[in-house]
């Protein structure tokens, strides 16, 4: 670490997740919150903190674990319907839907623009939204969502800016990143993976119950977590990448 990062570390330290009170968390598809951040989600219900979600894109192309091609209309209906369901077990109520098409199938404005009208409608102190910088990531939803929350977040204060886009300012905080490859906070979730792997279950159109995929995706979340938990001393442990207002912009070293 050189010197100038480890002068920001002391000067200017990352926020610790649990300190806020209003989070929203941003996903690309359906179960992309459980996965990346489900156990987080169930920690913080329980700690009494006001947790909404926001799902972008149907999801209609999801059904490679289907063994027939379905009806797109119907898929978008269950994926949704398993949305609600899983955000549920996680003790979640506020479960919002942009409706844009999967697979890269909307235009980047409109997703920025109706993103922007959430994110002022709610007013969170932090949102939480895929990685956009992780070099092994192709899915273009996943780069795509995350790279508007970013530059939401920053730009949400700005009332000028955000009535650009049809939205109210909001007084954002903090950005934290999931599925990241450079986690910089870690929140202990020990007694909470269970509820995280309930929620996941609620997505049977992706995860038959029982299926190689399902066992697979436990497998790794099990792993991850154990392995951030002992990385940082919680047993487990959900990792993120966070940055502050003042990490947001013209401070490189975030980045690394």
């Known amino acids: ?24 968390f941003i996903g690309p598809h359906p179960d992309d919150i459980e996965i990346g951040a489900g156990a987080t989600v169930s920690k913080l219900i329980k700690l009494g903190k006001k947790v909404s979600f926001l799902i972008c894109l149907d999801g209609r192309f999801g059904y ?11 898929l978008i209906k269950i994926r949704k319907e398993e949305s609600i369901k899983a955000a549920k077990v996680l003790g979640v109520t506020d479960v919002r839907f942009l409706g844009l098409s999967d697979g890269g199938l909307y235009s980047y404005n ?17 949102v939480f939204a895929t990685d956009p910088n992780v070099k092994s990531e192709c ?7 995350g790279d508007v929350a970013k530059k939401i977040a920053f730009f949400a204060p700005f009332k000028e800016i955000m009535e ?30 269970k509820e995280q792997f309930k929620a996941i279950e609620c997505h049977e159109s992706q995860y038959p119950k029982g299926s190689d995929a399902l066992k697979s995706l436990k497998l790794y979340l099990n792993l991850r977590s154990i392995e951030f938990g002992i990385k940082r001393l919680k047993g487990r ?3 993120f990448r966070v ?3 003042v990490h947001m912009h013209c401070v490189p070293e975030m980045g690394k």
């Open 1 to 24: 670490m050189g010197l100038t990062s480890l002068a920001l570390k002391f000067a200017i330290p990352v926020p610790k997740i649990e300190n806020f009170e209003n989070y929203l």
């Open 64 to 74: 490679e674990n289907l063994k027939e091609k379905p009806d797109f209309e119907e």
């Open 110 to 126: 409109d997703l920025f623009d109706a993103m922007a009208k959430e994110i002022g409608n709610i007013g969170p102190d932090i």
């Open 139 to 145: 899915h273009e939803d996943h780069l795509n969502v």
């Open 164 to 193: 650009a886009h049809g939205a109210k300012s909001s007084d954002v905080k903090a950005i934290a990143f999931y599925m990241t490859a450079k986690p910089n906070r870690y929140v202990k979730t020990s007694g909470h993976v």
């Open 237 to 239: 442990a959900e990792g």
């Open 243 to 245: 940055l502050s207002r």
